[in-house]
C-alpha cells in the first residue's frame, strides 16, 4: 500500500500564496501519476492537477496560471505551490496517487486514484 500525509499553510488573504506538500510512503515506487483534488463546503470533489511522472501536468481551467506542482523524488514528496489565491479557492485540499499508468484522460476523475492524504484545509479570506 502508499500512504499520503498531506501538509501545508492553512490561510491567507486575497491574491496571497500557500504551498502545500504531500509525502508518499510506502510501495512508493509502483506510483506513477499524482493528483489533487479539493472540496468546497457543500460542493462535490473537484479536479485540481495531476501529474504523471514524465508524462506532463494538467491542470483545471480554474487554477492554470496560478496554481503549479512539482516534485522531489529524494523525499517522495509533490508540492502544491498555490499563487493569486482567491475566496473561491477555499477547500479542502486532497492529494492522491494512482499505480500503473492510467489513461491520461481519466487523470482529471477522483475515481481513478487508489490513495488518498487525508485532506488539508485552506482558507482564502477577503
Known amino acids: 500500500d502508499v500512504q499520503l500525509q498531506a501538509l501545508g499553510e492553512a490561510w491567507c488573504r486575497l491574491g496571497g500564496s500557500l504551498r502545500l506538500s504531500c509525502a508518499a510512503s510506502g510501495r512508493t515506487f509502483s506510483i506513477n501519476s499524482m493528483g489533487w483534488f479539493r472540496q468546497a463546503p457543500g460542493k462535490e470533489r473537484e479536479f485540481v492537477v495531476a501529474?504523471?511522472?514524465?508524462?506532463?501536468?494538467s491542470y483545471a481551467n480554474s487554477v492554470k496560471g496560478r496554481f503549479s506542482v512539482s516534485r522531489d523524488s529524494a523525499k517522495n514528496t509533490v508540492y502544491l505551490q498555490m499563487n493569486s489565491l482567491k475566496p473561491e479557492d477555499t477547500a479542502v485540499y486532497y492529494c492522491?496517487?494512482?499505480?500503473?499508468?492510467?489513461?491520461?484522460?481519466?487523470?482529471?476523475?477522483?475515481?481513478?486514484?487508489?490513495?488518498w492524504g487525508q485532506g488539508t484545509l485552506v482558507t482564502v479570506s477577503s
Open positions: 492522491s496517487a494512482v499505480p500503473g499508468r492510467p489513461i491520461t484522460s481519466m487523470l482529471s476523475s477522483s475515481q481513478t486514484y487508489d490513495y
Open positions: 501529474s504523471r511522472w514524465g508524462g506532463g501536468t
